[in-house]
């Protein structure tokens, strides 16, 4: 498709257990992000990619999660051990070059995960 | 550390008044600036973006603006109509991460 495309579009899952999230972001994006937007809650950066360059992993909220984009395409957000409070949408955005520059990120429709 | 402070929360209007939506940060050393719109269930739509550099961007109905020195920027949508409704979003990128607003829930009564 022409968009980014993010699955699975729902996941419920039991607190203790991981899930991987997975972003496609469009083609030729060089710029990848991956965001959380909780109930109520404003959205919230997790993790910037720029082509070859070290991820931006300042806003992950805890070691229990990671993210990784193999071949500068696909991404996958990894949250292990869920808890209650990972409850979320996840979004994930790619944009065609870094956010100093003037291109604008285009988003996902979400995953939205429910931790039981 | 960048805040990013969205005016009003909420907002009704009647189809065809033209409105403002204001967003305000603290810290003046950003990169850019983006309006989005979210609606429910779907992800993000980026309306306009602005540059550091730039006073304001346009695009149909929509003209945002960028005042850097004052910490602030506006949303203006004329002539609204009833499938404005959603949340719009402000985003800065500056020294730190992507900051985002809480948003701006707007409905447009027909």
């Known amino acids: 498709g022409a968009g980014v495309s993010q699955s699975p579009s729902n996941k419920v899952t039991e607190k203790g257990k991981d899930v991987e999230l997975r972003c496609d972001p469009i083609s030729g994006h060089t710029a990848l992000y991956w965001y959380r937007q909780s109930l109520g809650q404003g959205l919230e950066f997790l993790i910037y990619f720029q082509g070859n360059s070290a991820p931006d992993k300042s806003g992950l909220p805890s070691d229990r999660f990671s993210a990784e984009r193999t071949g500068g395409s696909v991404s996958t957000l990894t949250i292990q051990r869920t808890q209650q409070e990972d409850s979320a949408v996840y979004l994930c955005?790619?944009?065609?070059?870094?956010?100093?520059?003037?291109?604008?990120?285009?988003f996902g429709d979400g995953t939205r995960l429910s931790i039981l | 550390k960048q805040e990013v402070t969205q005016i009003p929360a909420a907002l009704s209007v009647p189809e065809g008044k033209n409105l403002v939506l204001n967003c305000s940060f603290t810290d003046s050393a950003i990169y850019n600036l983006q309006w989005f719109r979210q609606d429910p269930g779907k992800g993000l739509t980026s309306l306009l973006l602005?540059?550091?550099?730039?006073r304001e961007q346009t695009s149909g109905r929509l003209n945002a603006s960028l005042d850097k020195s004052s910490g602030r920027s506006t949303l203006y949508i004329a002539a609204s109509q009833p499938g404005d409704s959603a949340t719009y979003l402000c985003?800065?990128?500056?020294?730190?991460?992507?900051?985002f607003g809480k948003g701006t829930r707007l409905s447009v009564i027909a």
């Open positions: 985003v800065v990128r500056g020294r730190t991460p992507l900051v």
């Open positions: 602005i540059q550091s550099s730039q």
């Open positions: 955005a790619s944009s065609l070059a870094p956010l100093t520059g003037s291109q604008p990120q285009h």
